[in-house]
């Protein structure tokens, strides 16, 4: 029997005294729900009508037709609202936040997308909405940043640090211990201190109680493998959730492999030999460290990926050895990425196109009666400069200089 607020050895919440109340008060609030079944409904049911769920299950004919090796099935979390797995959980924990009797959210956000997610959701609860965000991701990713403001958030630019995603965590950090009587913290991951990892968790699994019901009626049998992307492993534990009591079923975590393993350009925690146990944001877990616990700084392709900790939760698996883990590299990824819209008409996230290249390098070793599901766990219409730009279509790249004189003009 684990510690409580553990996950084998990892986990734990390591925060200043001040916010143990409310991560109490949040613990509290969410052990109620559940056992409360009409709450599970109520959550489902919003899902059904806001978000499109259940997200299909589609049978990739084409590519498993390509490999000649097992039927290839994807889970489409890519047809949420928001365009990814992240609205699960950040409809699941606005829920939560009218049960406790707030009024405020706070998130941080790297690449924008749980920002943009939890506007979202603070729009359609009516709460009001603060985004912390590193002012040199408030320059890149300009977008998500006006989609934000105009649902009605604040976005505040981080100027401390290297003003990247950790700046932005430390800062909405700051700001819940001063409002937390009134405000709830927004996680957008299985991080973070308990019971934020357990919590993301449970609301992703809707993923995997869809999907195991799913590919027994379509495909009359469990998958062999299937294959999640990870970065700080949400929608991993939420697909991997309809599968763990089947030890038969194989459970691959894909990370970000970067320049190449072997390189320190990469954002592989558990697959690579740079990842290392530490405490540091508030739990423990794997993370990129140099012998000091200095962190090291993270590369991938993918921004959603692209982050020093991972899942306590993954860690103990990976301990466990129930999940294995391993990575693709940016040129794998890009790869997938195109082969999937070629031959399937589907455009995938980067982040989700790790798992995807991690199925097709183990697809032609496997045979024509297995199957494996890969959670396409976002869309790809937000990375079109970085695909354009790696597929080297410099007509959009002319497009967008055009306009950017224009603007000028
Ligand atoms: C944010 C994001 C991820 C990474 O987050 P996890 O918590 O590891 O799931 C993966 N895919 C997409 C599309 C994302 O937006």
Redesign the pocket.
């Known amino acids: 029997m684990d510690k409580p607020g553990y996950y084998g050895t990892f986990g734990g919440a390591f925060v200043p005294e001040t916010l143990n109340a409310t991560l109490e008060q949040l613990k509290v609030a969410f052990e109620q729900v559940k056992e409360d079944t009409s709450f599970w409904a109520a959550y489902q049911g919003l899902l059904s009508t806001y978000s499109c769920r259940p997200t299909p299950l589609t049978y990739a004919e084409n590519l498993s037709r390509h490999f000649g090796g097992p039927r290839i099935y994807l889970k489409r979390?890519?047809l949420n609202h928001t365009?990814?797995?992240?609205l699960n959980n950040v409809i699941g924990q606005g829920l939560l936040v009218d049960r406790m009797g707030k009024k405020r959210v706070i998130a941080e956000t790297g690449?924008g997308?749980?920002g943009v997610a939890t506007a979202t959701m603070a729009a359609r609860f009516g709460y009001s909405c603060t985004i912390y965000m590193g002012e040199v991701d408030v320059a890149r990713q300009r977008p998500n940043v006006f989609w934000m403001e105009q649902m009605g958030a604040t976005v505040v630019p981080v100027r401390d640090g290297a003003r990247i995603l950790k700046d932005a965590i430390n800062e909405a950090l700051r700001d819940w211990t001063t409002n937390m009587d009134t405000t709830h913290y927004v996680l957008?991951?299985?991080c973070g201190p308990h019971p934020y990892p357990e919590m993301v968790s449970y609301f992703q699994s809707i993923v995997g109680s869809e999907v195991s019901d799913q590919i027994l009626e379509q495909a009359g049998r469990l998958p062999t493998r299937v294959y999640?992307?990870?970065?700080?492993?949400?929608?991993?534990l939420?697909i991997f959730s309809g599968f763990l009591e089947s030890p038969e079923v194989e459970l691959v975590g894909v990370e970000a492999g970067g320049v190449g393993l072997e390189t320190l350009k990469h954002a592989s925690r558990l697959a690579s030999a740079h990842g290392s146990v530490g405490v540091a944001q508030g739990y423990k877990t794997y993370f990129l460290q140099d012998d000091d616990g200095q962190m090291l700084e993270t590369h991938s392709v993918?921004a959603?990926?692209d982050y020093i900790g991972v899942?306590p939760i993954l860690s103990d698996y990976h301990e466990k050895g129930r999940i294995r883990f391993t990575a693709s590299t940016d040129k794998e990824v890009l790869e997938a990425t195109r082969l999937t819209m070629k031959k399937e008409g589907i455009i995938s996230?980067l982040?989700?196109a790790h798992a995807l290249a991690g199925a097709f390098r183990e697809a032609p070793d496997m045979t024509a009666d297995e199957v494996i599901i890969v959670n396409l766990?976002?869309r790809g219409d937000k990375d079109i400069f970085t695909i354009a730009d790696a597929l080297g279509d410099t007509a959009w790249k002319s497009f967008i200089i055009a306009k950017a004189e224009e603007y000028r003009a």
């Open positions: 979390e890519d365009g990814a797995h992240k690449a997308q749980h957008g991951t299985a999640a992307c990870v970065g700080g492993g949400s929608n991993a939420g993918a959603g990926l899942s996230a982040e989700s766990s976002g």
